[in-house]
Every structure is written in C-alpha cells, then in structure tokens.
C-alpha cells in the first residue's frame, strides 16, 4: 500500500472514531494515550517522510481534542514529541547529548551525525522520539572522531565520511585525526592515477621491479599543449 498525507488521515478518520477512549485534561495520561493512539495508526516504521508521519499525528490530535478526549494544551505537548521524532526518516536516530548535567536531545540524520559537542557527550538513544531521547536508557556512547588515540583514529563521523589519520613530516604537532571522504591510498590494487589517493600534485604510479609490481606516488606529468 503506497502511503501519503491523504491515506495517512483517511485512515485515522476510520481507526480514530472507532476507538473508544477516556482521557482527562491535565493528566499525563490523557497524553500518553493520546501518543499510543498516533502509534498504532500511524505506522512510524512505514510512512514514507517524516511530513506525512507529522501530518498523520496532527488529524490523530485533532480527533481526540474533538472528542473532548484531549486539551489544547495536551495537544501541543502531544505534537511537540511527534515533530522530534525519527518517524518517516530512514536512518534517523533520537540523539542524547550532555553537558555538564544537563541532557539534551535532537534527531540527526544518522548515528555517525551524533557529535558529542565540546565539553560534553553524545549517545544515540533508543527511543524515536526526543521526548523519551533525553533519558539514558538504552542509550549507546559514540566516540567523536579525534578522541582515538593517533593513528588509529576510530572515531564516529558525520555520514558519508571516514575517520582519518594525517600527520605532517612526522612531527608529533602536526598529526591527528579528522573527518574527511573516503579515499584508497596508493598501493596494491590503486596502481592508477585515478585509483590511488597522494598528495596534491602527485599521482599513482604502478611501479614494475624487484620481482613484482608495486605503486608509488610520483610527479603529475606535464601536458602536452
């Protein structure tokens, strides 16, 4: 069944007014009821964006707050954990982040994008919405990269990027590690100026002696012009 915005209220038109339900202003449960409701008719794991998960919650709320079952002010409340959550966004997770003692929480992209911020940490939560994501249950530490000790360098990155170790005529100021693209350096397998990573102006050469085929880096030719 191929889901959107339409089917997404349809839906909740159906399931919603079929469902009997007692809940009061002013008593969390009337939210969590209110939460447990929007689970169970729109699907977190299936809609296909984020905008028609939200979309889905908002026609869930308007129901029950005509119904009487639910207050504006528990609306907000309700929506406001259903907008900071990872539903409809493959990938996403509920990040846990502290500083000092204060907790934190924001959906990012990824688990690689759960950055601890300078002097503080990051964990990726279980939870799908940020509104259970500040607590530390079920929450999994990340090391930023940087923390690894040089030149292993085994830190999480932003998506889409490595972990990666430099270091500068060996000297122990000028290495580190940073968050880059992944690349192959040259060696077996990269003999190709186009295969192998080298330094600016240098490209892979595949080099043939002493028994066997090596690469090396060496001089970008001159073109001819």
Same mark, same amino acid.
């Given at each position: ?36 409701? &929007? ?57 846990? &982040? ?8 924001? &959906? ?118």
């Amino acid at each position: 069944m191929r889901w959107s915005i339409a089917t997404a209220v349809a839906a909740v038109g159906v399931l919603v007014f079929a469902s009997p339900g007692r809940t009061y202003c002013g008593d969390p449960d009337s939210v969590h009821a209110a939460r447990t409701m &929007i689970e169970q008719v729109c699907d977190c794991g299936r809609l296909p964006t984020h905008k028609v998960y939200a979309a889905c919650a908002r026609a869930v709320v308007r129901n029950l707050v005509a119904r009487g079952d639910l207050t504006e002010t528990c609306r907000a409340k309700v929506m406001r954990c259903a907008n900071r959550s990872v539903c409809g966004s493959l990938g996403a997770v509920a990040c846990r &982040i502290t500083i000092g003692d204060v907790p934190s929480c924001r &959906i990012v992209p990824s688990e690689a994008d759960c950055q601890a911020p300078e002097g503080g940490t990051a964990c990726v939560s279980s939870a799908k919405s940020c509104c259970e994501g500040q607590s530390p249950t079920g929450c999994a530490s990340t090391t930023p990269c940087g923390s690894s000790a040089f030149p292993s360098c085994g830190g999480s990155c932003p998506s889409g990027t490595i972990c990666q170790a430099f270091s500068i005529d060996g000297q122990a100021q000028y290495q580190g590690c940073y968050c880059t693209q992944p690349t192959t350096p040259c060696g077996p397998g990269a003999c190709s100026e186009s295969g192998g990573a080298c330094l600016a102006g240098q490209v892979c050469y595949g080099i043939v002696g002493g028994g066997g085929s090596e690469c090396g880096c060496g001089p970008a030719p001159n073109s001819c012009r």
